[in-house]
């Protein structure tokens, strides 16, 4: 059962950790402790960055898959 849940964030999840882990040339799973503890610690304001990090990088995302496609005419 635990899997399941595991596997289903793992899938859904926003690629926030994964992008900030590249950037930092650090491990995936420090960046997402550190959201946990921090979490618990700072009262979910790492909640907040997490959610609008997710929400800049698909902005992102999507803004670059329209310059693709204006191009591939």
Not at 9 to 18: A, I, L, N, R
Request: net charge positive; hydrophobic share 55%; charged share 20%.
């Amino acid at each position: 059962m635990f899997q399941r849940v595991v596997t289903y964030f793992e899938k859904q999840s926003f690629g926030v950790c994964t992008y900030l882990a590249e950037k930092l040339n650090m491990s995936i799973g420090r960046i997402r402790l550190f959201f946990i503890y921090s979490s618990f610690l700072a009262v979910g304001f790492p909640i907040v960055f997490y959610v609008l990090a997710a929400f800049v990088l698909d902005v992102r995302h999507y803004i670059k898959k329209i310059r693709l496609g204006i191009w591939d005419v």
